[in-house]
């Protein structure tokens, strides 16, 4: 059964920082990995997703990185800005085969201006 | 192309009653997908549809809950006798045929709140 866990659960930076989130995952039998967004009271937005051939893939400021054989995975946010505050979701298949995600609790991100 | 839509966006409901909940799915879309996401918990998968068919169910509960998705018109996720601890927020997905399977578009989520 994939557990997906991201550390840390919540984060608080200054506006311009870099920033790294992580998600680490139990079943590295995996095809891809996503990275989405949650603000407050909305859906899920997605921000990047990693097939399971690539090392990484970028978006922007942003910069996803995928490990399988550790089963980690990275999100890098460059000159954070305060509009980068939200929730960040990891999502990995439930399973090999699987299009079903399992999705971590989050990170919370605070940027203040 | 309007993305997945979901109604109410807000529902109130009291012990016993019914809730149900609409997801219109993308246009191009033959897939719907149904979440939970309890407070302080993490997003769960409940119901993978395709038109009238049920794919995976295996994260909907056995009891009170079902999900159907039409031929004609949006998906419905319907919870009978509600209790306390349905009040959460439900999002559904959707996503085209074939390998694009794996990129799943969010709607807004309805909340639902048990009284």
């Known amino acids: 059964k994939q557990e997906v866990t991201q550390i840390p659960a919540a984060l608080s930076v200054p506006e311009g920082e870099n920033l790294v989130l992580n998600c680490s995952f139990t079943d590295s039998a995996i095809y891809n990995l996503q990275w989405f967004r949650q603000d407050p009271g909305k859906g899920l937005t997605s921000l990047l997703l990693?097939?399971?051939?690539?090392r990484e893939q970028t978006s922007g400021r942003l910069n996803a990185s995928l490990d399988k054989s550790s089963g980690r995975s990275t999100l890098y946010i460059a000159a954070s800005q305060p509009g980068d505050s939200a929730t960040y979701l990891c999502?990995?298949?439930?399973?090999?085969?699987?299009?079903?995600?399992?999705f971590g609790r989050g990170t919370s991100l605070i940027v203040h201006p | 192309n309007a993305g997945v839509m979901q109604n109410p966006r807000h529902l109130v409901r009291r012990r016993g009653q019914e809730a149900r909940l609409r997801c219109s799915p993308m246009k191009g879309h033959s897939h719907v997908y149904w979440y939970r996401q309890l407070p302080e918990e993490g997003l769960k998968f409940m119901v993978y549809?395709?038109?009238?068919?049920?794919?995976?169910e295996s994260g909907m509960p056995k009891e009170r809950f079902s999900a159907e998705f039409p031929k004609e018109g949006p998906s419905i996720l319907r919870i009978q006798q509600v209790v306390r601890g349905d009040s959460a927020a439900y999002f559904c997905a959707s996503s085209p045929p074939g390998l694009a399977q794996e990129t799943q578009y969010f709607g807004p989520g309805t909340r639902l709140l048990v009284l």
């Open positions: 999502a990995a298949p439930t399973s090999g085969g699987s299009y079903i995600p399992t």
């Open positions: 549809l395709q038109k009238e068919n049920i794919i995976d």
């Open positions: 990693i097939q399971s051939s690539q």
